[in-house]
């Protein structure tokens, strides 16, 4: 059984960088492509982007300046780095493999 | 970069009645590599249909998925009670991977 964790922070201040891992269980981080998804308060979902193991990524271009993504294949985890949040980042923040198997989401507000 | 728009909005519908939720692409969709999620009030989405037309495991066969190129359709044959969510489709050929706006398909 596949199972996606999401860990990190639940809030964040205004200009700094938002920081999060998703740990993998049930298959290797060598399968699949993996993204990180968002969807603030009453709204839709907004792709931020993936990563291969191979350290392949392809981010949302509205986003792509100020993410990050990386891998640890040791740890069977990846990692995703939001820099200069604003408020408009306040979002549930998911992590995903290539369209299958979803974390349960994790809160990040951005607040002084 | 693809854009998705899904139509409609919402859609006010009886258990029992027949839901059709469109899917238009900008461009055309490689290898029809769209899926389709549910969500309900807070909770992650779930995987409903992949490839445009292949059930994911454990999905109802209500469910269907149906079209090619830049138009694709969700059909459920029939609404049950726990079907009222919001319905994203998604597609993953070709990077950016976007989503669409969503579609809420509401209790009547």
């Known amino acids: 059984q596949v199972q996606l964790q999401e860990s990190g922070p639940g809030l964040v201040k205004p200009s700094e960088t938002l920081s999060l891992t998703c740990t993998v269980s049930g298959a290797s981080i060598t399968s699949y492509y993996w993204n990180w998804i968002r969807q603030p308060p009453g709204k839709g979902l907004e792709w931020i982007g993936y990563i291969h193991y191979t350290g392949t990524t392809s981010y949302n271009p509205s986003l792509k300046s100020r993410v990050t993504m990386s891998v640890d294949t040791s740890k069977n985890q990846f990692s995703l780095k939001l820099s200069s949040v604003t408020a408009a980042d306040t979002a549930v923040y998911y992590c995903?493999?290539?369209?299958?198997?979803w974390g349960q989401g994790t809160l990040v507000t951005v607040s002084s | 970069e693809i854009v998705l728009t899904q139509s409609p909005g919402s859609l006010s519908l009886s258990p029992g009645e027949r839901a059709t939720l469109s899917c238009r692409a900008s461009?055309?969709?490689?290898?029809?590599?769209l899926a389709w999620y549910q969500q309900k009030p807070g909770q992650a989405p779930r995987l409903l249909i992949y490839g445009a037309s292949s059930r994911a495991t454990g999905i109802p066969d209500r469910f269907s998925g149906s079209g090619s190129g830049t138009d694709f359709t969700l059909t459920i044959s029939r609404l049950e009670p726990e079907d009222f969510a919001v319905y994203y489709c998604q597609q993953y050929g070709r990077s950016p991977w976007p989503f669409g706006q969503g579609t809420r398909v509401e209790i009547k």
């Open positions: 461009q055309s969709v490689t290898s029809n590599y």
């Open positions: 995903a493999s290539t369209v299958q198997y």
